[in-house]
């Protein structure tokens, strides 16, 4: 395999997503990062740093983890894919050398370790059935729950959420060129990827949103990424004591606001009146005028006339997300 040290920054390009979202499409995700570590030392580095237990990290199966400040706060949402003795992980490329940055100044404890940027791999997001099954064969029926994993000559086919309107989705990791035969497929936008992430609930840290959230706010618990039983790693202490505390007051939440004229960037205000109870995350713009966000909200304002701050005519609008938030519902919380 071939890598270099630190990752090339790409610069996606976003246009307006399609309304009604498209039933079928792929999308070169070019503002995500493949990353591979390396070593004896792969499984106790990752195990010190992440939400995940290292041990459900294997062939079949790829679960979501996160990185986390000593405060517990979020620095890294990603995947972590089984690759023989390796595990390739993914990162937002305006995030991404920071963050290696960050985790090489634990990697130096483990002696034959290694961290490179996969700058001649890729990340292809496939929305429908279509395209997922052209590449199973007679397999998909194996790919039933999100993070189930099928090794392929071009890659790693993984499920992943649905949105919440039933729609499935997949990616196929790349980490060597390697085209697939997806001409019969057709080629969608990035906003379009963006637009069916948002729709699944599934948020991308950036420059403006790194480092403030705990993990269990963004939601990340509910989409397998956060294991309550694995043990110590950084900012666990604070992770498991608002699990087991129950002490979650705000979490993610999809609004669409139905006409703007530019969207709201990643750390607006989402106001109750005069009063800020949260922030945007991500936002996508479609082409009929409106826009969808995924913001972290105030549980208990959630349900009032809210806007984002410099829109005030366009009212946030609840959207489903195609999984449970427990903490907001008084039901128990998972331990897994």
Known sequence: ???????????????????????????????????????????????????????????????????????????????????????????????????????????????????????????????????????????????????????????????TENTGEGLPRFELWQPTANDPELNSIPERTLADWQASEIAAGVPMLSTATSESYVPQMLNWQHLGGVHFKKGCYTGQEVIARMHFLGQLKKSLFRFRMAKVNSLPTPGTSIMAGERSIGEVVNSVGFNNGSCEVLVVIRHDAAEGKLVADGFPEAVLQPQPLPYTVTEREGSAPKDT
């Not at 503002?31 to 041990?55: M, P």
């Open 1 to 159: 395999m071939t890598g270099t040290d630190t990752p090339v920054s790409a610069t996606p390009v976003y246009t307006s997503a399609e309304c009604p979202a498209p039933a079928s499409g792929r999308i070169l995700l070019t503002n995500r990062v493949l990353v591979r570590i390396a070593g004896s030392g792969t499984d106790k580095f990752l195990q010190g740093q992440l939400s995940q237990n290292l041990d459900d990290v294997k062939a079949g199966t790829s679960p979501r983890a996160a990185g986390a400040t000593p405060k517990g706060r979020a620095y890294c949402l990603t995947r972590l894919v089984r690759d023989g003795d390796d595990v390739l992980l993914d990162l937002p490329s305006e995030l991404a050398e920071p963050i290696m940055a960050h985790l090489r100044k634990y990697m130096m404890l483990f002696r034959g370790t290694s961290m490179t940027a996969e700058t001649d791999g890729h990340i292809i997001g496939l929305l429908g059935n279509d395209a997922a099954s052209s590449l199973a064969g007679g397999h998909l029926d194996s790919l039933a729950s999100p993070g189930d994993t099928l090794a392929l000559d071009c890659g790693f086919l993984i499920r």
